[in-house]
C-alpha cells in the first residue's frame, strides 16, 4: 500500500493541475492507476479519469478531484511529509480513495458489486467533470466524496454558493473634480458595503469578493467597474430568496448577472454510506466527527444522482488553497485504510 501511495502522490503533486489544465496529471494518474492491472481505467470526453471495477448491481461511486486552485508551489516528499499544490485539497483525497479501492478489491467479488473512482476535472471551478455525470444519469447506490476531512471527519454537509458579477457604471469627467460626476469605483464599493448587509437574513451567510477591476490609469473620473462576488448560503436558507435580495442592495448605477449557483446539502448521519464511514473510522481506532462544511464541493452537486451521499478524506482542512499544504504519508495510510472500510462494511451491510 505504502509505496503506491508514495508514487502516485508524489506523481499527481509533480504534475500541476490548475482548474482547466488538468490533462497532463489525468495521463499520469490513468497511467499508474492502470499498471496496478485491476479494473479499467478510462478518460471520460471532459477529461475525468475513472477507475471501473466490478459489474454487479450494486454501485458505489468514489469521487475525488484532481484539479487545484492555481498558485504553483515547491514539490517535495522528506519521507514523511508530502508538499505541494494540491497536497490537501484535494489530490491527497483522491490518493487514498483510489489505492484504499484498490485493496477493497482484494475482497470483492465482480460479478456482485460495482465500484468507479473518479478524478473529477474543474472541481474549483464550475465543476464540468461532476456535471458530465450528472449529464450522462448515471445512478450510483451510494457516493463518497474525496475532499478533506481529516482522518477521523465525517462531511454531512456543506453550505451552497452564488457566484454574482456586479457592474457599476460611471460618468467619466475630470479626476480633478471628483464631485462633478460619478465613479463607477465609488458606486461599485457603495453597493459592497449595503450587500455585506445580507449576513442580516441569516448570520452562518457570508459574502466577500473575489475579483475587482475598474477605471483607467488617467484622470479620468471611473467609468467602468466590475467585481466579483461570492455569497456563501447556509443550510436552511432559499437560495431564491437571496438572490431575490440583491437588488434591493445595489446602487442605482450597478448591474448583477447570476455566474454560478449551487445549493446547499446536508444528508442524515443514518444513511448507509454515512454509517459505513463511521464503522470504518471507529475499525481504524479514532473517534467520528460529524461535520458540516463552511465551503462547498462536488457532493451539493452529485446528490441529486442520490441522497445516499457522504464526504470524507485525510488532511488537514485548513490547510486548503494555502501556501502551506501539506499531507502526512500517516494520514495518507491512515484514509486509504479507511476508505477500504467504508466500502467493505457498506457491501457487507447492504
Do not use: Q
Request: proline share 5%.
Amino acid at each position: 500500500m505504502r509505496n503506491l501511495l508514495e508514487e502516485l502522490m508524489l506523481e499527481l503533486l509533480k504534475a500541476y493541475s490548475p482548474t482547466g489544465m488538468e490533462s497532463n496529471a489525468v495521463r499520469k494518474y490513468a497511467d499508474i492507476v492502470g499498471s496496478v492491472g485491476v479494473g479499467e481505467v478510462i478518460i471520460d470526453e471532459v477529461g475525468n479519469a475513472i477507475l471501473n471495477y466490478g459489474s454487479g448491481s450494486k454501485w458505489l461511486l468514489l469521487a475525488g478531484h484532481i484539479d487545484t486552485v492555481p498558485g504553483e508551489l515547491p514539490v517535495s516528499f522528506d519521507g514523511k511529509i508530502f508538499r505541494g499544490r494540491g497536497a490537501v485539497d484535494a489530490k491527497g483525497p483522491l490518493v487514498a480513495m483510489t489505492v484504499g479501492a484498490l485493496e477493497a478489491f482484494k475482497y470483492l467479488k465482480n460479478e456482485e458489486v460495482r465500484v468507479s473512482v473518479a478524478a473529477l476535472v474543474g472541481e474549483e471551478g464550475r465543476s464540468p467533470g461532476a456535471r458530465a455525470l450528472i449529464k450522462k444519469g448515471v445512478k450510483p447506490s451510494a457516493i463518497v466524496i474525496g475532499e478533506p476531512s481529516g482522518c477521523d471527519g465525517v462531511v454531512i454537509g456543506y453550505r451552497g454558493s452564488i457566484k454574482l458579477r456586479v457592474k457599476c457604471y460611471g460618468s467619466g469627467g475630470h479626476s480633478s473634480n471628483p464631485e462633478g460626476g460619478v465613479s463607477a469605483i465609488e458606486e461599485f464599493m457603495k453597493s459592497w458595503l449595503k450587500m455585506k448587509e445580507l449576513s442580516k437574513i441569516d448570520r452562518h451567510l457570508s459574502i466577500g469578493i473575489n475579483y475587482i477591476y475598474g477605471g483607467e490609469p488617467f484622470s479620468v473620473i471611473p467609468r467602468e467597474c466590475e467585481g466579483i462576488v461570492d455569497v456563501r448560503i447556509p443550510i436552511g436558507l432559499n437560495i431564491e430568496e437571496v438572490k431575490a435580495e440583491i437588488n434591493n442592495y445595489l446602487s442605482n448605477h450597478c448591474t448583477y448577472e447570476v455566474i454560478d449557483e449551487t445549493p446547499p446539502i446536508k444528508v442524515s448521519i443514518n444513511l448507509p454510506i454515512v454509517r459505513a464511514l463511521i464503522r470504518a473510522i471507529i475499525k481504524n481506532g479514532l473517534k467520528p466527527s460529524p461535520a458540516i462544511k463552511l465551503g462547498t464541493s462536488d457532493m451539493n452537486l452529485l446528490a441529486v444522482l442520490t441522497n445516499n451521499i457522504v464526504s470524507y478524506g485525510p488532511g488537514r482542512p485548513e490547510l486548503s488553497h494555502s501556501n502551506n499544504e501539506e499531507i502526512s504519508i500517516e494520514e495518507l495510510e491512515i484514509g486509504a485504510k479507511i476508505y477500504r472500510d467504508t466500502i467493505l462494511e457498506l457491501f457487507k451491510h447492504s
